[in-house]
């Protein structure tokens, strides 16, 4: 099996795992306004596709060929689960297997996952190990963060980098700090000598902060990571990854939205309820006269076919 990894652009971009945001839905829309080399799927739990009711939680390794390459994202406690549920990215067809280690909700950390696992390398290790036995040659990585109290880059990064990953990405807050401070990017050369040092083969993946391709050039300037990621950037701006759209208009907008919407609701139909669509309010009816009246009034919409047609009248409700 070939590792995807290797052929991509020097710098390449990735869209982040953003739960409840990132979508098969989303990820459409992001793949036609502008995609980014590589996408990754919601975090989705090992244990959860193991156990009655993975049918819902397999609602988040629904992809479609155009999001190809695309990274499935797990997360979880038993290394038994992350092996069957390689082999189960592996038989959908995603290209990769990436390991949630950065998860800081304290929900997951009483259970000892994602984040938690900084606290117990020997368990990480097993997951990794499993994950790769499961993957059978698919290329698996990890996503993390820079320490848990406090930044262990030789500690924990120098850990990951000798179990012989083929990507880790590295968001630049430790645990703790959760996303209240800014990301800690002057860490960013100590991670790339060390990753130097010790496995010269694994890409180093940043993120943090980063909301603009033109930062994306400026920081592999500075710091010759292989690839940058972008989470919240796309939820500001979904066109993000694409170099020509300069800004969106009005009429952009809105078309879009409506689109997502339509799409939502062919998608997921009755699986699903509306609500979390009310979120993309902020992403799309913005940066224009009026935009802060019109999100008050969508609010409002207690259906989806109130949303949509809420959005599609918007020009009129902007005009009037
Ligand atoms: C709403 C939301 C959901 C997230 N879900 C995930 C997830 O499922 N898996 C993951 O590894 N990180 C998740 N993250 C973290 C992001 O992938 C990313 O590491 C973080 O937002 C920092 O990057 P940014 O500054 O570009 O947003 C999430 C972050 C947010 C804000």
Redesign the pocket.
């Known amino acids: 099996m070939k590792n995807f990894w290797v052929d991509l652009p020097k710098p390449f971009t990735v869209l982040?795992?953003?739960?409840?945001?990132t979508d098969v839905v989303f990820r459409q829309i992001v793949t036609e306004l502008g995609k980014p080399d590589v996408l990754f799927t919601?975090?989705t739990s090992c244990d959860g596709l193991q156990s009655v009711g993975s049918e819902k939680v397999a609602q988040n390794l629904k992809f479609y060929p155009n999001e190809q390459p695309i990274v499935a994202?797990i997360w979880g406690a038993n290394p038994e689960n992350f092996y069957k549920t390689a082999k189960l990215i592996k038989e959908l067809g995603f290209v990769g297997v990436d390991i949630?280690m950065?998860?800081p909700a304290r929900a997951v950390i009483e259970h000892g996952v994602c984040s938690a696992l900084i606290n117990n390398p020997r368990l990480a290790g097993d997951i990794i190990q499993a994950t790769k036995d499961g993957a059978d040659g698919l290329p698996v990585s990890v996503?993390t963060r820079i320490g848990f109290g406090k930044e262990s880059i030789e500690d924990w990064i120098g850990f990951l980098l000798r179990q012989k990953i083929a990507t880790l990405t590295v968001?630049l807050r430790t645990v703790e700090e959760l996303?209240k401070v800014p990301?800690h990017w002057e860490l960013m050369p100590q991670i790339m000598t060390l990753r130097n040092a010790l496995a010269p083969e694994t890409l180093i993946i940043g993120?943090?902060?980063?909301v603009s391709l033109q930062e994306v050039q400026e920081k592999f300037d500075l710091y010759g990571c292989d690839g940058f990621?972008?989470?919240?950037?796309i939820f500001a701006n979904p066109w993000v990854f694409n170099p020509s759209k300069k800004e969106a208009t009005r009429e952009d907008r809105i078309e879009t939205f409506v689109k997502h919407i339509d799409l939502y609701g062919k998608t997921w139909g009755a699986e699903r309820n509306f609500a979390p669509l009310k979120k993309f309010c902020k992403t799309y009816i913005n940066n224009f006269e009026g935009a802060a009246r019109c999100r008050e009034k969508l609010m409002e919409a207690e259906t989806l076919e109130e949303l949509r047609n809420g959005v599609a009248d918007l020009n009129d409700m902007v005009e009037a």
């Open positions: 982040a795992p953003l739960d409840g945001v919601e975090f994202q949630n950065g998860c996503k968001h996303s990301a993120n943090g902060d980063i990621m972008i989470g919240r950037g």
